[in-house]
């Protein structure tokens, strides 16, 4: 079972979308997979189709078999959960004393039920980032192909540094760009430049901005499976078949 968890330091850059789709990715090539939706903001039950109405997750059952829902597009998770704010902040406080309440949570699932756990984060330096890359043997840092996301990446990968440092799992940090405008010369420079600066770290594969997307997001269903041909699908696809490929080759 390999752990990736979808990080980065701004919010609004693709996290929780490139998350159920790589799953339904994945699923698509006959993988078992878990999503757990580890930010507060529960966004993951819009994307993998749950009840609305829905309270229950990891902040209320914790990690574990009985707080998986089936989703219908082939791939099992654990969303968030609904909390009131006072519950938040104490939950919080439990993970800070705790701060490998993740990793243990995902040791005591069913050991031989998932091929992949991928984990949805909220964006910056929280203490659900430090919960994720203690579990994690993969980290992948998503970003726009835009100079402030540019300016973001040292100090995640720094993050990323710090949090798996006693994490003897981890094995390897990437960088995906996302959202990349079909024709941007400045986007095509952001890349060119990353690669110079970080090399193989860079993920071959980048995802285009595409209407698709946020209207699959409106129909509550992943892009995968409302528009498989459309640009971004293919993307995601191939992204999904790259972490398959790594995964095997490490
Ligand atoms: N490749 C893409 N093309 C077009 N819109 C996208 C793409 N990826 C994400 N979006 C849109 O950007 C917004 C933020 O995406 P989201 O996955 O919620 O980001 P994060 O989890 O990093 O905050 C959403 O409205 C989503 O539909
Ligand atoms: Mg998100």
């Known amino acids: 079972m390999e752990i990736v968890t979808f990080i980065s330091g701004k919010g609004g850059v693709g996290k929780s979308t ?44 914790g990690i574990n078999d009985d707080a998986v829902f089936d989703s219908p597009f082939g791939v099992r998770f654990i969303p968030f959960g609904r909390l009131q704010d006072g519950e938040l902040v104490e939950f919080e406080q439990q993970l800070r004393l705790h701060p490998d309440w993740v990793k243990n949570g995902i040791a005591n699932l069913d050991p031989g039920a998932y091929d992949f756990v ?3 984060t909220p964006p910056g330096a929280t ?6 890359l203690h579990a994690a043997h993969r980290a992948l840092v ?14 995640i990968l720094a993050l990323v540094a710090t949090h798996t440092r006693n994490n003897e799992a981890f094995i390897e940090q990437h960088i995906v ?37 946020p ?15 459309c640009p971004a699908s293919q ?15 490490s």
């Open 18 to 61: 490139l998350t159920c789709n790589v799953a339904v990715g994945l699923s698509a090539r006959g993988k078992r997979v878990l999503v757990i939706d580890l930010d507060p903001q529960n966004i993951q039950r819009l994307h993998l189709g749950m009840d609305p109405e829905e309270i229950a997750g990891l902040a209320r059952e």
């Open 118 to 120: 991928l984990i949805d």
């Open 127 to 132: 203490t659900y980032l430090q919960q994720a």
């Open 142 to 155: 998503v970003l726009l192909a835009d100079a402030a996301s540019f300016a973001t990446v040292a100090r």
């Open 177 to 213: 760009l996302n959202q990349m405008p079909l024709r941007s010369k400045l986007s095509h420079q952001v890349r060119k430049s990353l690669i110079e600066h970080y090399g193989s770290m860079v993920v071959p594969v980048s995802v285009r901005r595409d209407p698709g997307v």
């Open 215 to 229: 209207q699959a997001l409106a129909f509550e269903r992943p892009v995968l499976q409302y528009e498989p041909t």
């Open 235 to 249: 993307a995601i696809q191939a992204l999904a078949d790259w972490l398959i490929d790594s995964s095997e080759a």
